[in-house]
């Protein structure tokens, strides 16, 4: 078994070469094309009208008897989490960069997601066929913008139009596919004489890359005699899951060619579940860190890597199994929730389809149908050995909408369906504004937020007036305070009363809020400090300017007085809330506007007003690349100042500029 993603920066081919896996698998009968909106795995409606993928989706497949889950992400960078939810539960990925665009912004970026969970990945270079097509300069690339080791096992034979096929450096043979059956068929020839110094010259660049990692193959080398090709594939899986190298495949999916040597090389070349060490988990109970064994007849744990709600099965929960087996009609705990939870159905997933099985083992992918309070990042376990495996971190949503339903009528479907994209989506939130009651929702970004709202108008029918989008500011202090703080109330005829001195200073970009403690527990009991610590986490979720949460502020706590006939919990929650917006006061706030990341492609002619433009919006361009169809550019700009810039920069090229935005720091506003 394999559990694999596929990963890539946006059009690098991903919907298409996984549409071309389950046609070769047998999964599907026909070939489904992105263009024409008819490919499986792109099965929401929206995914089809844009073109793109938006959820990572799931399905199985047999290759020559072996089993493949594949989960097929997403590679726009607003769509990040579904990218980050996948590698934490993937063993092996399949790296897709395009034999033009090369190593592409987001591509480098998933790479380092991917570096983050562990996750061994091989290479298939796509899009051979294009114009500009150079599969020299994606290793060269791979090498120096990743600090990859790329190991390619074929080469491909001619480029662009003259594409035709590839030299297997195992067989050392040609491979060309057949045309009139949709590549399904493929013949070897001989390599012919005008290509055999190439083929020999890369065969032994393979040996001399793999004899690094084996004395034996060294040994063969220094000999002069043959290496097997069985001690060379071990040598690469073996130095693949270690993640010292990655094998490179190459082809062009959309012509078909290419794709079934990825497969071999996908169960040749990953790991299985069984082949990964064992994984670190924090035990609830015993509040220590244990290593649980990837095993079936081990105890039950799993991860709710994604939530999907299916207007007849209600919510579908995405479960990787990691130890134990579970069967449907039994009950689980979930851990993080602390609550037992029903497994009435376990499905496996084919994008949107789905056939029901009986049990589910360690190492596999599936849907459970009937657990009601899970969320993304949730462990199911046992209650006998309850672990917590590690949680994902998701980054802060930066832009905002205000939204409101058209009639009354309208405003509980609005809420209950704003409740259940939230629960699918970890990344998107929703609040509302206790003093106008206005409900704003926060994404990732413009196509994120478009999504979003789409979905709600047009796939939940929620009549709603959506206003314009907004940035989500943040607040932050410049001067470190000392206050005191008395708090003195009666309260249903019982005095309250709470006396509390502390610090609030600056802490540096990007260390979030935190709370310390001088107070000895003699002093000030454990339950005190732990109440005035939530008053003042409380309080920084909204600033005294206006009213946007605070970030990067450090409290400490120096002195408290308490007296056991007047002091109560309430006291000092309320002591802690009313100190800590006084002291802000006096702290020098400033508003913080979320500063992004700025990609952006565009033919060599538009450079310079590219430039000029961006740097009118208060961006700062940090570098510049020449790629052979196109120049990147490298910049960070104010959040606030890019709203339109899609129209600006299609104006500015003609309509050949794209560019990409993601989240970077919070700085403080220049008005």
């Given at each position: 078994?394999?559990?694999?993603?596929?990963?890539?920066?946006?059009?690098?081919?991903?919907?298409?070469?996984?549409?071309?896996?389950?046609?070769?698998?047998?999964?599907?009968?026909?070939?489904?094309?992105?263009?024409?909106?008819?490919?499986?795995?792109?099965?929401?409606?929206?995914?089809?009208?844009?073109?793109?993928?938006?959820?990572?989706?799931?399905?199985?497949?047999?290759?020559?008897?072996?089993?493949?889950?594949?989960?097929?992400?997403?590679?726009?960078?607003?769509?990040?989490?579904?990218?980050?939810?996948?590698?934490?539960?993937?063993?092996?990925?399949?790296?897709?960069?395009?034999?033009?665009?090369?190593?592409?912004?987001?591509?480098?970026?998933?790479?380092?997601?991917?570096?983050?969970?562990?996750?061994?990945?091989?290479?298939?270079?796509?899009?051979?066929?294009?114009?500009?097509?150079?599969?020299?300069?994606?290793?060269?690339?791979?090498?120096?913008?990743?600090?990859?080791?790329?190991?390619?096992?074929?080469?491909?034979?001619?480029?662009?139009?003259?594409?035709?096929?590839?030299?297997?450096?195992?067989?050392?043979?040609?491979?060309?596919?057949?045309?009139?059956?949709?590549?399904?068929?493929?013949?070897?020839?001989?390599?012919?004489?005008?290509?055999?110094?190439?083929?020999?010259?890369?065969?032994?660049?393979?040996?001399?890359?793999?004899?690094?990692?084996?004395?034996?193959?060294?040994?063969?080398?220094?000999?002069?005699?043959?290496?097997?090709?069985?001690?060379?594939?071990?040598?690469?899986?073996?130095?693949?899951?270690?993640?010292?190298?990655?094998?490179?495949?190459?082809?062009?999916?959309?012509?078909?060619?290419?794709?079934?040597?990825?497969?071999?090389?996908?169960?040749e070349f990953l790991p299985s579940p069984g082949d990964l060490p064992s994984i670190k988990c924090h035990h609830a109970k015993k509040e220590e860190e244990v290593e649980l064994e990837r095993d079936k007849s081990g105890p039950l744990a799993g991860l709710v890597f994604k939530i999907q709600q299916d207007r007849e099965m209600g919510s579908l929960c995405f479960v990787r199994?990691?130890?134990?087996?579970?069967?449907?009609?039994?009950?689980?705990?979930?851990?993080?929730?602390?609550?037992?939870?029903?497994?009435?159905?376990?499905?496996?997933?084919?994008?949107?389809?789905?056939?029901?099985?009986?049990?589910?083992?360690?190492?596999?992918?599936?849907?459970?149908?009937?657990?009601?309070?899970?969320?993304?990042?949730?462990?199911?376990?046992?209650?006998?050995?309850?672990?917590?495996?590690?949680?994902?971190?998701?980054?802060?949503?930066?832009?905002?909408?205000?939204?409101?339903?058209?009639?009354?009528?309208?405003?509980?479907?609005?809420?209950?369906?704003?409740?259940?994209?939230?629960?699918?989506?970890?990344?998107?939130?929703?609040?509302?504004?206790?003093?106008?009651?206005?409900?704003?929702?926060?994404?990732?970004?413009?196509?994120?937020?478009?999504?979003?709202?789409?979905?709600?108008?047009?796939?939940?029918?929620?009549?709603?007036?959506?206003?314009?989008?907004?940035?989500?500011?943040?607040?932050?202090?410049?001067?470190?305070?000392?206050?005191?703080?008395?708090?003195?109330?009666?309260?249903?005829?019982?005095?309250?009363?709470?006396?509390?001195?502390?610090?609030?200073?600056?802490?540096?970009?990007?260390?979030?809020?935190?709370?310390?403690?001088?107070?000895?527990?003699?002093?000030?009991?454990?339950?005190?400090?732990?109440?005035?610590?939530?008053?003042?986490?409380?309080?920084?979720?909204?600033?005294?300017?206006?009213?946007?949460?605070?970030?990067?502020?450090?409290?400490?706590?120096?002195?408290?007085?308490?007296?056991?006939?007047?002091?109560?919990?309430?006291?000092?929650?309320?002591?802690?809330?009313?100190?800590?917006?006084?002291?802000?006061?006096?702290?020098?706030?400033?508003?913080?506007?979320?500063?992004?990341?700025?990609?952006?492609?565009?033919?060599?002619?538009?450079?310079?007003?590219?430039?000029?433009?961006?740097?009118?919006?208060?961006?700062?361009?940090?570098?510049?690349?020449?790629?052979?169809?196109?120049?990147?550019?490298?910049?960070?700009?104010?959040?606030?100042?890019?709203?339109?810039?899609?129209?600006?920069?299609?104006?500015?090229?003609?309509?050949?500029?794209?560019?990409?935005?993601?989240?970077?720091?919070?700085?403080?506003?220049?008005?």
């Amino acid at each position: 078994m394999r559990n694999i993603g596929i990963m890539a920066h946006i059009d690098a081919g991903k919907t298409t070469t996984t549409e071309r896996i389950l046609y070769y698998t047998g999964k599907s009968h026909k070939i489904g094309e992105v263009d024409d909106g008819s490919a499986t795995m792109d099965w929401m409606e929206q995914e089809q009208d844009r073109g793109i993928t938006i959820v990572s989706a799931a399905t199985t497949c047999y290759w020559q008897k072996d089993q493949i889950n594949i989960i097929d992400t997403p590679g726009h960078v607003d769509f990040t989490a579904e990218v980050e939810r996948s590698l934490r539960v993937l063993d092996g990925a399949v790296a897709i960069f395009c034999a033009v665009g090369a190593v592409e912004p987001q591509s480098e970026t998933v790479w380092h997601q991917a570096d983050k969970y562990e996750v061994p990945r091989i290479v298939y270079i796509n899009k051979m066929d294009r114009t500009g097509a150079d599969f020299y300069n994606v290793l060269e690339e791979i090498e120096s913008k990743l600090g990859a080791t790329p190991v390619p096992l074929f080469l491909p034979i001619g480029a662009e139009n003259g594409y035709e096929g590839n030299i297997d450096l195992f067989k050392m043979e040609e491979i060309r596919w057949d045309m009139d059956n949709n590549g399904e068929t493929f013949a070897y020839s001989p390599i012919s004489d005008d290509r055999q110094a190439l083929a020999e010259e890369w065969r032994d660049k393979l040996v001399d890359s793999l004899s690094a990692f084996s004395d034996e193959i060294t040994e063969l080398y220094l000999e002069g005699d043959e290496i097997p090709n069985d001690l060379l594939k071990k040598v690469i899986r073996k130095e693949t899951i270690e993640r010292n190298i990655v094998p490179v495949f190459v082809g062009s999916s959309l012509k078909n060619k290419g794709v079934q040597p990825l497969l071999d090389g996908i169960m040749e070349f990953l790991p299985s579940p069984g082949d990964l060490p064992s994984i670190k988990c924090h035990h609830a109970k015993k509040e220590e860190e244990v290593e649980l064994e990837r095993d079936k007849s081990g105890p039950l744990a799993g991860l709710v890597f994604k939530i999907q709600q299916d207007r007849e099965m209600g919510s579908l929960c995405f479960v990787r199994l990691y130890s134990g087996s579970l069967k449907s009609g039994s009950a689980v705990m979930n851990i993080s929730k602390k609550k037992r939870e029903r497994v009435n159905r376990i499905l496996r997933m084919h994008s949107n389809h789905h056939e029901q099985i009986n049990t589910l083992e360690a190492g596999d992918i599936a849907v459970i149908v009937g657990m009601k309070m899970a969320q993304t990042g949730d462990t199911i376990g046992s209650e006998g050995f309850p672990v917590l495996l590690e949680s994902m971190d998701f980054p802060e949503p930066v832009i905002s909408v205000a939204i409101e339903p058209k009639t009354i009528s309208d405003q509980d479907k609005m809420k209950s369906s704003l409740e259940i994209l939230q629960r699918e989506d970890p990344t998107f939130s929703v609040t509302e504004n206790d003093e106008t009651g206005q409900i704003v929702i926060s994404g990732m970004g413009e196509l994120h937020l478009d999504v979003l709202t789409t979905r709600l108008l047009k796939e939940y029918k929620v009549e709603a007036n959506i206003g314009n989008p907004q940035v989500s500011y943040r607040e932050a202090i410049t001067a470190v305070v000392e206050h005191k703080e008395v708090f003195e109330k009666t309260l249903a005829g019982k005095e309250n009363k709470a006396v509390i001195k502390f610090k609030i200073e600056p802490d540096k970009r990007g260390a979030g809020n935190s709370f310390h403690s001088e107070v000895p527990k003699n002093k000030l009991p454990l339950p005190i400090q732990e109440a005035v610590e939530r008053g003042m986490l409380n309080a920084m979720q909204s600033g005294t300017l206006m009213g946007y949460a605070m970030i990067d502020i450090k409290a400490t706590l120096l002195d408290g007085e308490f007296d056991e006939a007047a002091s109560t919990e309430l006291a000092f929650e309320a002591a802690a809330s009313l100190g800590f917006d006084n002291a802000c006061r006096n702290a020098s706030p400033v508003l913080m506007e979320p500063v992004m990341h700025v990609d952006i492609m565009c033919p060599s002619d538009y450079v310079g007003d590219v430039i000029s433009s961006l740097t009118q919006r208060g961006g700062l361009v940090s570098s510049m690349e020449s790629k052979p169809s196109f120049e990147l550019v490298k910049a960070q700009a104010p959040l606030a100042k890019l709203f339109g810039y899609s129209t600006a920069l299609r104006s500015q090229t003609q309509g050949r500029g794209t560019f990409s935005i993601e989240f970077s720091h919070f700085a403080e506003k220049i008005n």
